[in-house]
């Protein structure tokens, strides 16, 4: 997580270029940018199939007219050589093109050699870990500011610790516990990335150790992502199931970068359900998929089920919900915290990843360069952002 000051880049044809437009939340982030992006932001779309984007584009249109004019840049993302090209046109690379572990690793070292800054919305560990130990020290010597899950993995839990924490004392220890409700179903691919990873957990501790090996040590403080255990949760009146998600980690390389998480700070991160059957229920079934992703037919027929490029209409996405409810203390504080939204999925995904764009492009942030998490890179600039676009960060209740 060190960082160096970033070097002068030279100008770019773009600000931002979203790279799989073309796929179920490409297309959602496209709109959202055709509708939100500033006066004079130079974006472009890119993606593999020409056609596909130049339908997307006269979608756009009739959101923006000026849309109509949107560059279209063609590019795969296994080929070195046109990943090179596209990273080197532009300020901001974002993608949405997962699994990651398959089709992010030549995008993050384009962006790496070129100074690029990039975003995506990987949930993926080991592909984090990989891309740490392969691209990190690169990109502190360009200036290129790598950033991983700038979606609902993992801004809520990255920003609302962050945000937490703030509204805690300076200087003494501190736990954070998050608790996560959501009513969304989610998408072909979305699924895909999660079977994939779930299905490489030799993979993915092959990657977590190589990470510790190279990451420099925290001397002095700690910062912790342990691992919770089932419990009710009084707090929230809820029971609370441990998340094996990239969640914690992230919140924890927060803390390990910014003094601010105090001397020695402890994340945990829950999904919270009302009644104790569905608790009891939602472990096995997650105990079910984690087994399923295992055997290569049975993941290959849960994939089939629901196809990449497929997702829920936007009447269900409108009635989708979450919340994020933050237990912090230390020094003799307590504070209760929530980070909402509507659709986690797709619409607040799509938001987020974009304003996580715009914000790299166009705000004035603390110089930082490397692997970054959304709190180190962008904290209180993106915290307005999301704020202003219509999530909530509040503080519930303090003592």
Not at 213 to 240: D, I, K, M, Y
Request: hydrophobic letters at 45%; one cysteine or more; a positive charge.
């Amino acid at each position: 997580m060190n960082a160096t000051v970033p070097h002068d880049r030279p100008e770019r044809a773009y600000d931002v270029v979203l790279f799989g437009a073309t796929g179920f939340v490409g297309a959602l982030t496209a709109e959202y940018l055709a509708a939100h992006a500033p006066a004079g932001c130079r974006w472009a779309l890119a993606g593999r199939d020409t056609a596909k984007l130049e339908r997307l584009r006269e979608r756009l249109a009739s959101i923006d007219p000026a849309c109509a004019r949107l560059p279209l840049l063609r590019a795969d993302a296994q080929d070195p050589a046109a990943v090179r090209e596209l990273a080197a046109s532009t300020r901001v690379l974002a993608t949405t093109v997962g699994p990651y572990i398959w089709y992010g690793a030549e995008l993050v070292a384009a962006c790496a050699e070129a100074g690029t800054d990039y975003v995506d919305l990987t949930g993926e560990p080991e592909f984090v870990d990989r891309m740490y130990v392969e691209h990190d020290a690169r990109a502190r010597e360009t200036g290129a500011r790598i950033v991983h899950a700038c979606g609902f993995d993992s801004i809520p839990a990255d920003l609302g610790a962050y945000f937490t924490v703030r509204q805690l004392p300076q200087g003494v220890p501190l736990a954070v516990d998050g608790f996560m409700r959501s009513n969304a179903f989610f998408s072909g691919g979305t699924l895909a990335s999660a079977l994939t990873a779930l299905s490489r957990g030799p993979q993915t501790l092959a990657a977590a150790h190589a990470r510790r090996l190279h990451e420099p040590r925290l001397l002095g403080r700690r910062a912790r992502g342990p691992v919770g255990a089932p419990r009710f949760s009084r707090e929230t009146g809820t029971w609370a199931l441990p998340l094996p998600s990239l969640d914690p980690r992230i919140v924890a390389r927060s803390a390990a970068a910014l003094e601010r998480y105090g001397p020695d700070f402890r994340y945990r991160h829950y999904a919270s359900v009302k009644h104790l059957p569905v608790a009891v229920g939602g472990t096995a079934a997650l105990g079910a998929t984690v087994a399923l992703a295992q055997v290569p037919p049975a993941r290959r027929w849960l994939m089939d089920r629901w196809e990449p490029g497929r997702g829920p209409d936007a009447e269900r996405r409108a009635r989708s919900w979450f919340s994020v409810r933050f237990v912090g203390e230390g020094g003799g504080r307590r504070v209760l915290t929530e980070v909402a939204g509507g659709d986690p999925g797709y619409g607040e995904t799509a938001k987020m990843l974009a304003e996580s764009a715009l914000c790299l492009a166009h705000d004035a942030l603390p110089e930082a360069a490397g692997q970054l998490t959304t709190a180190v890179a962008m904290g209180d600039a993106l915290i307005a952002r999301l704020q202003k676009a219509g999530i909530t960060f509040r503080v519930a209740d303090a003592r």
